[in-house]
């Protein structure tokens, strides 16, 4: 039996369906969710209507749209969908497969508590516990806690969401914060209106003779500026509240040290409104420590900043590696989290279920697993 075959039978006992979502997904999705960054790694073509196409990239973007039209035919109430198959991404280091297996699951509907995210992980854990590995470097973020301090801090709409769409980007809120907004373009552009907006990418497109490619069309360019232009001045936060959010973002402590260094850094800036969800926070680590296995929580560490490359994830996330092995080129094999905003997002709000998922990769399972991928 391969480890890919021994994972998805492990995941069958948590119930639910297995399923096998299409390969092929519209580039727009990924593109809209994540911006053009991502098209570097996505593997695209353009049909011949001009309709842009994309090989999966993940299983969870496509299983999250089969649940979407499940669910706006037949709104069930919590449903699990486990899947197994190839993914496709342009590697972004070298010896990387183009194509490789995820083995995975998702959870739809389910109560958004700290039960659930404690249960996800120590399902994944126990699937690579079946397939040989018994230990691993686990790392953990909550995306959701960098917004929450920005809202605690009751400055302009334009500001916080100018900081929350930083934080998406590595050095995003540092460059922000510096006046820069992550491009030299949309200071130019601050102050000026959508209709202006408009025309200035209608007269680029015109001297370059370039349009976009597929379906993003430059309606989506103009309200992606739009927006930036909007958020451009940072300056107006304090010399405190700038020196908050540095704090908040270097925060990288063992988990078990993360629910007091949070507290402190809200004590200390005075920051209300924010006790619920550091109390969830407090819970969610002492769970984790004390339920889940000590072979992958043991040493575990928790950093604000980690997972912003989890473009569509917006709460508590997750990835375990093999142990002593540098983060910085470190390739997790299992990894995870909360994504309570993703049906909404692709039905337009038509569906809106709380969601969490994540997958096992079985050709980064430790060596010592002894099986084939």
């Given amino acids: 039996m391969t480890l890919a075959e021994t994972a998805t039978k492990a995941l069958s006992e948590v119930g639910g369906d297995l399923i096998d979502p299409p390969i092929l997904i519209e580039a727009k999705v990924p593109l809209e969710l994540s911006g053009e960054a991502v098209r570097s790694r996505i593997c695209t073509f353009v049909d011949q209507n001009g309709r842009e196409w994309a090989l999966r990239p993940d299983l969870t973007l496509v299983v999250a749209q089969a649940e979407v039209d499940a ?18 991404r342009l590697p972004s280091k070298p010896g990387e497969p183009v194509e490789y297996d995820q083995v995975g699951l998702e959870k739809f509907g389910a109560p958004r508590s700290v039960e659930e995210d404690v249960w996800l992980f120590n399902t994944l854990t126990d699937a690579s516990r079946a397939c040989g590995a018994e230990n691993g470097q686990a790392r953990f973020g909550d995306l959701s806690i960098f917004p929450a301090f920005v809202d605690a801090l009751n400055v302009s709409d334009d500001i916080a969401s100018g900081l929350k769409r930083a934080f998406r980007q590595a050095g995003g809120v540092r460059a922000y914060l510096n006046g820069q907004n992550q491009s030299g373009l949309s200071s130019r552009l601050s102050g ?12 680029i497109f015109a001297m370059t003779n370039v349009r976009p490619v597929g379906e993003r069309g430059s309606d989506a360019i103009v309200d992606r500026l739009f927006e930036r232009a909007k958020s451009a001045a940072g300056a107006a936060l304090s010399d405190d509240q700038v ?9 990288d402590v063992v988990l078990s040290d993360a629910p007091g260094a949070l507290i402190a850094i809200a ?67 299992l990894a995870g989290g909360r994504y309570d905003s993703l049906l ?5 709000g038509a569906v809106d279920q709380t969601a969490l998922g994540g997958i096992l990769i079985p050709h980064r399972l430790p060596a010592q697993t002894g099986a084939s991928a």
């Avoid at 296995?293 to 912003?308: C, E, K, Y």
């Fill in 267 to 333: 004590k200390d800036a005075s920051l209300n409104g924010l006790e619920n969800k550091l109390d969830r926070f407090r819970q969610r680590a002492e769970k984790l420590n004390s339920k889940a296995s000590s072979g992958f929580t043991s040493g575990a560490r928790f950093a604000t900043r980690f997972g912003r490359r989890f473009t569509y994830y917006d709460g508590f996330v997750f990835e375990v590696g093999a142990e002593n092995q540098d983060s910085d080129v470190a390739q997790p094999f």
């Fill in 71 to 88: 669910r706006e035919t037949d709104p069930a109430g919590e449903t699990i969908r486990r899947y197994s198959g190839p993914v496709f």
């Fill in 192 to 203: 000026m209106p959508r209709e202006d907006i408009a025309a200035f990418v209608d007269d």
């Fill in 344 to 348: 909404a997002d692709l039905s337009g």
């Fill in 243 to 251: 020196g908050m959010l540095d704090r908040l973002l270097a925060l």
